[in-house]
């Protein structure tokens, strides 16, 4: 499988407890998101990486949510003391630089399944 | 804030027929918009994209049309199948690497 891979696919935890999601892209992408989605809503960006470096955070995370993507492979996503308005899917997304998919001058991102998070 | 907009939640279109789901946006500063498409239980794929120079953009039975005066765009899907049904997601970005804003969604149900 050469696509975007998310583990854990779901998780269950009680309000208090932190998490930490993983995302594995596709190798050559350079560029990896973070996305959040809620029921009837769109994803609701959240940081992305070029490499292992973070170029946004969105002001509306807050600094129990952090983000990692050391070595420019894997990423992770960490939220801390979570709370039961942080029950969402997380979706990770990745996208190449250069290459195919880029001849329309569009960013194309190859989204993962998703992790969804119930926070009880 | 939200800057990009899908007023419609959903949309039920027979087979065979014209589904057409719209978009609107705020920031004038825009000049890449795309079109994902979602299942239950799989994150968006991708269906295609325009850039502000083009006011249209055709692949296969999808076409997005672009009006960046009205700060709106639509895609249409000619003929409708079934297998189309899904939640569709209108998005932008200001350059072709800045971050990409995703609207709130249509769901759109083909009706065989």
């Known amino acids: 499988d050469t696509g975007v891979s998310q583990d854990p696919r779901h998780k269950i935890t009680k309000r208090g407890q932190n998490v930490t999601f993983r995302c594995d892209p596709i190798s050559e992408h350079n560029r990896l998101y973070w996305y959040r989605q809620t029921l009837g809503q769109g994803p609701e960006f959240l940081t992305y990486?070029?490499?292992?470096?973070?170029?946004?955070k969105s002001r509306l995370l807050s600094d129990r949510f952090s983000a990692e993507r050391p070595k420019g492979s894997f990423s992770t996503l960490e939220i801390q003391r979570t709370e039961q308005g942080d029950s969402a899917m997380y979706l990770c997304?990745?996208?190449?630089?250069?290459?195919?998919?880029?001849?329309?001058?569009?960013?194309?991102?190859?989204f993962g399944a998703g992790s969804r998070l119930t926070v009880l | 804030d939200q800057q990009v907009k899908q007023n419609s939640p959903s949309l039920s279109v027979q087979e065979g027929r014209i589904s057409i789901l719209n978009c609107d946006y705020t920031n004038s500063m825009f000049d890449y918009f795309l079109w994902y498409k979602k299942y239950p239980a799989e994150g968006p794929t991708f269906l295609i994209s325009i850039s502000s120079i083009k006011d249209k953009n055709e692949d296969g039975r999808f076409t997005v049309f672009l009006n960046k005066s009205a700060k709106h765009l639509s895609l249409h899907i000619v003929p409708s199948q079934p297998g189309d049904s899904a939640v569709y997601f209108c998005?932008?970005?200001?350059?072709?690497?800045?971050?990409?804003?995703f609207g709130p969604g249509t769901s759109l149900s083909v009706i065989p």
């Open positions: 990486f070029q490499n292992e470096a973070q170029l946004e």
């Open positions: 998005a932008a970005s200001k350059t072709s690497y800045d971050k990409v804003i």
């Open positions: 997304a990745t996208e190449a630089l250069e290459g195919q998919g880029r001849g329309s001058g569009a960013n194309v991102l190859t």
